[in-house]
């Protein structure tokens, strides 16, 4: 982590983090570190205000999403999961808006063999037809 910061960090800067023991070493680096840790479950539910509001809500609505609609999802297709999750909540407030993005994607586009997908060699069982 410090040589992260030693190499991507100006001099002087503040760098926020969750407190982790990695990061005791910054201030030997003439940057001013912040730790910022999460109050405990417990605290929270008794109105202590948390760290990170928006992110927490935002990291649980995608765990509740991938939970409730695909039943998990695994570690080579997460990141086409997130880019599903973030297109839908950027566009929240205006589903007719999402719907014609999509839309016009799908038909500015020919259709996508199986074997681009995924590659066609992790189904054995399933040969796939271009």
Do not use: C
């Amino acid at each position: 982590m410090v040589a992260f910061v030693k190499h991507h960090v100006a001099p002087g800067s503040t760098v926020y983090t969750d407190g982790l023991k990695g990061f005791e070493d910054l201030p030997s680096l003439a940057v001013r570190h912040v730790q910022r840790t999460q109050p405990l479950r417990s605290a929270l539910r008794s109105g202590v205000p948390s760290v990170v509001p928006l992110a927490d809500r935002a990291i649980g609505n995608l765990q509740q999403w991938l939970i409730g609609t695909y039943h998990g999802v695994g570690r080579h297709h997460l990141q086409v999961y997130l880019d599903e999750f973030v297109f839908r909540h950027n566009r929240r407030k205006t589903p007719m808006g999402a719907f014609q993005t999509l839309l016009g994607l799908g038909t500015g586009r020919g259709p996508t063999p199986g074997s681009l997908i995924r590659g066609g060699r992790d189904l054995p069982q399933f040969p796939i037809r271009s």
